[in-house]
Each structure stands twice: as structure tokens, then as C-alpha cells.
């Protein structure tokens, strides 16, 4: 018996019939484990090559000979197939700082680790996304480089309100803003002018308006309003090589009043989805859970990060874990999971990696730490308030948040709904990626959830190899990436000596 693979067949029986009715070529994955429609199930899934695009699903593992001969077909039991992952928050810095990363090095890293879709922050490229004309060089520097389907975000900066309709029109997937100095002077923060114009123009578009929220209150003793720089406090707690020292500069209450400001400004567009990226303090969480039990429409995501390190284990002068917001303590990371955990509505919809990296001079991390250079700027070794902020995670996220699930008996379902299934809601595609079913793209991450692997040069794709995981072993290794039916990635062959870049920009407007 031979299946027809132009099939609408969900059940586990084959569909009748002997011969295909057309010669498009398919690609058959299967496995005793498959996250199918958020369940764990026996699979087989078909694809369409021509069209990228899952033409039928079996729960069950159907054989080889039930397919066409010469079909394209592998039975990966028993690792798990799972839908390709949606990175919702990926700085590529291209074009401007390649030497921070590029499409290339940045798209790669998310396809050893099962990523299969990534969206480019607005900043820190140069020139940054916002205008069209920006938007059309990040197109132009993409072009032939990019391994997985990549989506591009907007800014928000003082004086761009009248490029806004025409980025959704091109494409974008949303917009970002800051509350406080990016750290870079082409992308200044927004006030609330600003962000009240941009409501008033995004209103009624489909799109999401997001935030990196951080404000410093009125009275404060804290740092100044660089983000990834800046000068330490007039008087510091501690040295400025000890992370407690950098932690107390950016306390909480810079979340929650920026979060209460974006709140007091929501009902100039009521329609409008909102989103605070990169939630740090779970001080804030009662403020969003408020917001939306009062009809405001309100997200937020955390990051790998955030859910797997913790204050009180960074060590002195480790400024591979600077980031803004800062990583906190345990006991804030262990709330952070009890909200994403909840079994009702979590203000929590989505983990992201937040890869935000730099060349490693500009760590500034002494010799005795991994990735450590010589640096090439001002600033002690060390130091915190000098070093720039970001951690470099991309592709390393999947096996991060299942070697710390392990410790909240998190289901592979759960890490479904928060990396692929949610994040490609955010993003306005959740027609075409995040799930395993018909008509979806036909992305797909082979996952050995028994497997290990030490995070080192060779497991960091990334294009510079300076992060706070290395030297940490993780459970849970990425054995293949299926991009549209094809393997782009394995763990035993890499790319393939003849493997080129199959991704693909996703610049189709949003629709409601």
C-alpha cells in the first residue's frame, strides 16, 4: 500500500490508494515522539519539497514502504521531533557591526540548536531598522546568507512616527522601543511623547509594540542611563569588578516604573498588543498580571538566561553575564519559573535567547576568564560598569532550558509552547511556523533529550565565542535541523561540504 501524500489524513491509518496523483517530491520524517498540535505523540510527517510545506500527519510511525519508492524518508525513534524554533529576539548587528556577529556566523548558531526561524532586533546594526530605507539595507546585507528564515523588527526613536505604517507595510513583525539609552547613539531612547505618537500611528495596524522597560525613578542613587555602558554610581556599594556592585545599580524599581508608564499610556490604543521583551524583575508581574485582568493587552517574555543563571554564582570581573536587564538572584529566578509555570494565564507567553554579543575586547574580562582577549578600550579589566552588556546564547537555548527544566519537571510540550508555538504568535506567524501540522512550514528539530554536551568553541556557531555558558555541560542536543523539508544541520555532518544557505526573509505584511 502506498501513501497518497497530497493526504489531509490526521488518523493513524494510511490513506488508500496506490499511486501519488502528482510527482512532487516529499520528505517523510517519523518517531515514536513528536510534538504534534502541543501533544506528545507517534508520528510521521509528510512534506512537500516543492512547497516547503506539511501535506499530511499520521500519529503513528508509518514504514518506508508505505511511501513511494526512492521518497526521502527517515524514522528518527526515538528521539523527539519537535516544530523548528522561533528565536523572537536575535541581535545580528548586520550591517554596521559584523564583527559582532552577521547573518551568516548568527544564523547558523540558531540552526545547530534546532532554531529555524529568528527575528532581527532593530539596533545595534548601523544604520539601525528605522526607516525604510534602513530596512531595505538589512534586506540588501541579508541576501545569500542567511541558513534559517529570518524576520526583521522596527524601531522606535524620537522622530521616526512617520516611517511606522510603511514598515508594517513592508514587513516588519513589530516594533521596539527603549525607555532608557540603548548604549548606542543611533538608537536614543524614546520618551513619552514619542511613545504616545507611536501608538497614535500604530493603533490600528496589525503589529506589537515592544519595549526594553527600564526607567531610572525621579530619585535615585543609581547609575546613569547608558544600558550596555555607563559610569558607576557616585558611590558604588562595592568595587566595580563585583557583580553585586553592578546588580544593586539596577535595581527592580527601574522595571516596574517603566512598565507602569507604558501601562499608563496603553489606552491611547486599545487594540494594540504591547510587549515588554527581556523581563527580568518579578516585581513587575503583578503590575502586568493587573493590566490584564483590566483588559490591557500586555505581554511578556524572559530569556534563557534569566531562567538558568543567578546572581549569587557569578564571579568576580565575569562580565561575560553583564546584561541589561541584570541577571538577579535565585530566588528571582525561581519565581520567574513559578509565573511561567502557572497553570493558568502567565504574563510569561515566550522564552527568547536576547543574543546581544560583541567582539570580546569589549567584555573586558581578565585572562583567567574563558574568552577573555586583550582588550582594546578604556576601562579596567573586570569591570562592570565598563564592560558592554549582552550574552551570546543563540542555538544553545533549546538544551539551556532543558537542562535547568529538568529541576521543575518541565515537559518537552511546555518548551514547545514557549519557543515556538507562543513566539511565533508574537510575530505575526503563527500560520506558518511554531507547530507540526498541515499547511505549516515544514521546520522541524530532531531532539536527543538524553544527550549531553559541553558548551566550547566548537558548540558556540556564534561568530565570537565569548559566553557565560561555556565550560558548562547541558542536557539535550539538537541532532538534526530541518528547514521546509530539507536538513540543513546535523551533529554528524555539520552543514554538508555542499550545504548553502536555504533561509528565506519573511517580509509578507502582518495580518489581524
Known amino acids: 500500500m502506498t501513501i497518497n501524500h497530497t493526504s489531509n489524513n490526521h488518523s493513524s491509518q494510511p490513506t488508500n490508494g496506490t499511486t501519488p496523483m502528482s510527482i512532487d517530491p516529499i520528505a517523510v520524517l517519523a518517531s515514536s515522539r513528536a510534538v504534534v498540535s502541543g501533544r506528545l505523540t507517534s508520528a510521521t510527517i509528510v512534506i512537500s519539497l516543492s512547497s516547503g510545506k506539511i501535506t499530511s500527519v499520521f500519529h503513528s510511525v508509518l514504514p518506508a514502504s508505505d511511501f513511494p519508492p526512492g521518497t526521502l524518508y527517515v524514522d528518527h525513534t526515538p528521539h523527539i521531533l519537535l516544530p523548528g524554533l522561533v528565536d523572537a529576539h536575535v541581535h545580528l548587528n548586520e550591517p554596521g557591526r559584523t564583527e559582532w556577529e552577521g547573518f551568516w556566523t548568527g544564523t547558523r548558531a540558531a540552526a545547530f540548536g534546532g532554531v529555524t526561524t529568528v527575528i532581527d532586533m532593530p539596533l545595534n546594526a548601523i544604520p539601525p531598522t528605522t526607516t525604510v530605507s534602513g530596512l531595505e539595507e538589512k534586506i540588501n546585507a541579508a541576501q545569500r546568507q542567511c541558513w534559517v528564515d529570518l524576520g526583521f523588527y522596527g524601531g522606535i526613536v524620537p522622530g521616526n512616527h512617520g516611517e511606522l505604517k510603511e514598515l508594517v507595510k513592508r514587513g516588519v513583525r513589530g516594533f521596539k522601543g527603549f525607555l532608557i539609552d540603548s548604549g548606542v547613539d543611533e538608537f536614543p531612547a524614546v520618551s513619552s511623547t514619542d511613545i504616545a505618537r507611536s501608538m497614535s500611528e500604530l493603533a490600528d495596524e496589525p503589529t506589537i509594540l515592544m519595549f526594553h522597560a527600564e526607567m531610572i525613578p525621579p530619585i535615585t542613587d543609581s547609575v546613569g542611563d547608558d544600558v550596555q555602558h555607563s559610569l558607576p554610581p557616585l558611590a558604588p556599594i ?18 516596574t516604573y517603566a512598565i507602569l508608564e507604558i501601562l499608563s499610556l496603553a489606552h491611547l490604543a486599545p487594540n494594540l498588543p504591547l510587549h515588554i521583551v527581556h523581563l527580568s524583575a ?13 483588559g490591557i493587552r500586555i505581554t511578556a517574555e524572559t530569556c534563557f538566561h534569566y531562567l538558568s543563571l543567578a546572581a549569587e554564582t557569578i564571579k568576580n570581573g565575569d562580565t561575560r553575564h553583564k546584561c541589561c536587564p541584570p541577571i538577579r538572584k535565585q530566588s528571582n529566578q ?6 511561567l509555570l502557572r497553570e493558568d494565564d502567565s504574563v510569561i507567553k515566550t522564552v527568547v535567547s536576547d543574543h546581544s554579543p560583541c567582539t570580546p575586547d569589549l567584555k573586558l574580562l581578565p ?25 551570546s546564547s543563540v542555538g544553545l537555548g533549546l538544551s539551556i532550558l532543558w537542562t535547568e527544566g529538568q529541576k521543575k519537571g518541565i515537559t518537552v510540550e511546555e518548551i514547545v509552547k514557549w519557543c515556538c508555538k507562543n513566539t511565533a504568535k508574537q510575530v505575526g506567524l503563527a500560520h506558518q511556523k511554531g507547530d507540526l501540522h498541515i499547511g505549516l512550514d515544514g521546520d522541524i528539530a530532531v531532539f536527543d533529550d538524553e544527550g549531553t554536551f559541553e558548551v566550547e568553541p566548537s558548540t558556540m556557531l556564534f561568530r565570537n565565542k565569548c559566553s557565560p555558558y561555556q565550560g558548562k555541560t547541558l542536557k539535550g542536543v539538537v541532532k538534526e535541523t530541518w528547514l521546509r523539508g530539507n536538513k540543513i544541520h546535523s551533529r554528524e555532518d555539520g552543514f554538508g561540504e555542499k550545504g548553502v544557505p536555504m533561509g528565506k526573509m519573511l517580509l509578507q505584511p502582518r495580518v489581524r
Do not use: C, H, M, Q
Not at 238 to 255: I, K, V
Not at 283 to 290: H, M, T, V
Not at 334 to 339: G, N, P, Q, V, Y
Open 238 to 255: 562595592g568595587p566595580l569588578n563585583e557583580y553585586n556592585t553592578f546588580l544593586a545599580s539596577r535595581p527592580p524599581s527601574f522595571e
Open 367 to 391: 585572562p583567567d576568564i574563558a574568552g577573555a582577549v586583550k582588550a582594546k578600550v578604556g576601562g579596567d579589566l573586570g569591570d562592570f560598569f565598563a564592560a558592554w552588556g549582552g550574552v
Open 282 to 294: 518579578i516585581e513587575a508581574i503583578p503590575l502586568l498580571r493587573d493590566a490584564r485582568a483590566a
Open 334 to 339: 525561581d519565581s520567574l519559573w513559578a509565573e
